[in-house]
């Protein structure tokens, strides 16, 4: 298989992170996208070298216009091409407050990252994409959207992140139809509780309900490298005739049990 690039947004940590290091593994090159973070970027790059994948790091705010282009941009100038982009950077309200303290400033912080940046920045790499020339399997590029459980799950805690998830969700499917007579699949994946930074501050509540209740099939904690085996089936063109797919990495948690 020829070497293939992607674009990772906030692949620094977490789950970008875990993705970063599976598309190393099939001896990718990947663009290591980061907001702040230019400690832990450099880490990822040195783990993906160590796993026979290559690339480089890159800063941008995938929230700000300028910053999206740039990443398209550098993108291409190291690798001619972008294969796939991974819409993963994301954040959680800074404050859980109840849907009827809820503030703007969370909401339009939320909006911006979690879901302006991805569609326009889907909208940056589609038009870049559409110009590439199709590789071995006929495609011209690949895009997706990680997304949550919280698309479809409601928590009054936290409406703000279950509305752009759910957006995200719907991102997928309208990107999914206007790109499939371009050779370009879209999908999503749904990822449940996974062990990173974000659920750290959350860990003794999900020890409980994962591990005492059950409130997964797949009694465990989720890991970063649990999302990135995923993206990198869609990589290594495992499903070339499905686009708009929603993959749950959950343990089981969408299940309806009785
Ligand atoms: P994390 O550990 O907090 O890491 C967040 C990553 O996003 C970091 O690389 C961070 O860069 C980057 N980032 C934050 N704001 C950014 C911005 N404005 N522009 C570019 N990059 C930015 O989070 P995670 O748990 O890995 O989550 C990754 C994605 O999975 C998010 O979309 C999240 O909603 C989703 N998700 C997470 C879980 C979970 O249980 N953890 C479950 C479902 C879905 P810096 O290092 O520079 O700050």
Redesign the pocket.
């Known amino acids: 298989m020829a070497t293939k690039t992607a674009l990772v947004?906030?692949?620094?940590?977490?789950?970008?992170?875990?993705i970063a290091l599976e598309l190393a593994r099939m001896g990718g090159r990947i663009a290591i996208?980061?907001?702040?973070?230019?400690a832990?970027?450099a880490e990822?790059l040195a783990q993906v070298r160590a796993v026979g994948g290559d690339g480089f790091t890159v800063?941008?705010?995938?929230?700000?216009a300028a910053?999206r282009e740039r990443l398209v941009r550098e993108s291409v100038a190291q690798f001619g091409r972008i294969d796939l982009l991974v819409?993963?950077?994301?954040?959680?309200p800074a404050v859980r407050a109840d849907l009827l303290e809820a503030g703007e400033e969370s909401f339009d912080r939320l909006f911006?990252?979690?879901l302006k940046?991805p569609f326009f920045l889907s909208q940056a790499v589609a038009r870049q994409m559409i110009g590439q020339a199709p590789d071995g399997e006929g495609f011209r590029g690949r895009i997706v959207n990680?997304?949550?459980?919280?698309a479809y799950t409601a928590s009054i805690n936290r409406g703000d992140?279950c509305m752009v998830?759910a957006g995200?969700a719907m991102m997928t499917k309208l990107f999914a139809d206007r790109l499939g007579q371009d050779g370009i699949n879209v999908y999503e994946i749904?990822?449940?509780?996974?062990?990173?930074?974000?659920?750290?501050g959350v860990k003794e509540k999900?020890d409980r309900l994962i591990l005492e209740q059950g409130i997964t099939p797949i009694r465990r904690w989720?890991q970063?490298s649990d999302?990135g085996r995923a993206v990198r089936a869609i990589l290594e063109d495992r499903f070339p005739f499905s686009t708009g797919a929603v993959f749950d990495v959950?343990g089981g948690f969408h299940l309806h049990r009785l």
């Open positions: 947004t906030g692949a620094s940590r977490g789950i970008g992170r875990g996208n980061y907001a702040g973070n230019a832990a970027a990822t800063q941008g705010d995938v929230a700000v910053d819409n993963n950077a994301g954040v959680a911006a990252i979690n940046g990680i997304t949550s459980i919280s992140y998830k995200l749904r990822p449940g509780v996974i062990a990173t930074d974000m659920t750290a999900y989720g970063p999302v959950d």
